[in-house]
């Protein structure tokens, strides 16, 4: 077992009679990353904000790299870095200058930092680009060069606050390789995100909040789980069709676990889609029923929030 890096205990923030964080409490192994998966609004961005000692917590605390971020702000700072939601950069300067700034804030100067400054540059690919204003990015070259600034001071642990929000499908895919890339030369991540997929493409565990709360917490096969590990698979025929004998004849096959008739199709419930299509197939001849489209969905993290929730991730 890995060496715990961070723990949260009872972390709590309150605004007057609203409760934005509620008695948080989770660890991050060294190694590992973390996702807070929630929609807008559950309480993410203050949950990171009072990890790095930039909001105090009404109640509650949290060691990071053994030290805690009540009574030991300073240490904790230079144990982790942040990557925050809204872009912490000035537009008039170059990346090199924002670094350079950012660095002195940490004490970093002269040959070293400018040798991290080029290796941070290299790692979001700006080398290039590093002596242009920041005005002249683009949204997704902000974020990488944001991303920088987070990795200036060798951090321990890196937060990243939705990382991905407002930028094209391109720049996002370019930041998630690179998130990646972290990942595997062993960087340790506490990143939030209101995007199942991405979630569910870096984390070794999630912990699933809402309403401030954490409603679920554990890796991702844990919480698909909760759901049961059943695919859903929605055949639809031609319209009008008869479906009333065909569910009952599905249900009939071995490995169906339930089939529901649904209007010109049969909702079917199976532990493994692949291999019970071949006789669903075969079935449906049978019946001479002409298929006219299937939807497989897998459980997934969209589907755990649903069934803690009711609700959908995104709405
Ligand atoms: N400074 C503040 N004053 C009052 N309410 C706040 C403040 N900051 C955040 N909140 C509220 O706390 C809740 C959690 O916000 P936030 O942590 O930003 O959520 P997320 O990052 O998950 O979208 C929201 O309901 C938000 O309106
Ligand atoms: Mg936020």
Redesign the pocket.
């Given at each position: 077992m890995q060496e715990t890096i961070l723990r949260a205990n009872g972390l709590t923030?309150r605004?007057?009679e609203?409760?934005?964080?509620d008695d948080l409490s989770f660890e991050i192994r060294q190694g590992e990353t973390f996702s807070?998966l929630?929609?807008?609004?559950?309480?993410?961005?203050?949950?990171?904000?009072m990890l790095c000692c930039l909001l105090e917590p009404t109640s509650g605390d949290a060691m990071i790299a053994g030290q805690s971020i009540l009574s030991n702000p300073q240490a904790v700072k230079e144990a982790i870095g942040f990557v925050p939601?809204d872009l912490a950069l000035y537009q008039s300067l170059n990346a090199r200058q924002n670094l350079a700034f950012w660095g002195a804030m940490y004490g970093m100067r002269g040959s070293e930092l400018n040798k991290r400054m080029d290796e941070v540059l290299e790692q979001v690919n700006l080398l290039d680009r590093a002596k242009d204003r920041v005005e002249t990015y683009s949204g997704g070259m902000k974020r990488r060069l944001n991303i920088a600034v987070g990795l200036l001071h060798r951090p321990k642990l890196l937060f990243m606050?939705?990382p991905t929000v407002g930028i094209d499908p391109q720049s996002r895919r370019r930041i998630l390789d690179m998130v990646q890339e972290l990942i595997g030369a062993g960087m340790t991540v506490l990143y939030?995100t209101?995007y199942m997929e991405e979630a569910e493409e870096l984390s070794d565990r999630v912990g699933i909040?809402d309403?401030?709360k954490l409603i679920a917490l554990g890796t991702q096969s844990e919480l698909r789980q909760l759901v049961g590990e059943h695919d859903r698979m929605l055949l639809s025929f031609e319209s009008g069709a008869e479906t009333v004998g065909l569910a009952t004849a599905f249900q009939a096959i071995d490995g169906v676990l339930n089939a529901t008739a649904t209007e010109g199709g049969v909702i079917v419930s199976v532990a493994n889609s692949a291999e019970m299509l071949p006789h669903l197939l075969t079935v449906s001849g049978n019946h001479n029923r002409s298929l006219r489209a299937i939807e497989i969905s897998e459980p997934n993290l969209e589907s755990v929030f649903l069934h803690l929730t009711g609700r959908a991730l995104r709405e």
């Open positions: 923030k605004y007057g609203s409760i934005a964080v807070l929630g929609p807008n609004g559950a309480g993410k961005s203050t949950t990171i904000g939601q606050d939705e939030t209101h909040i309403h401030g």
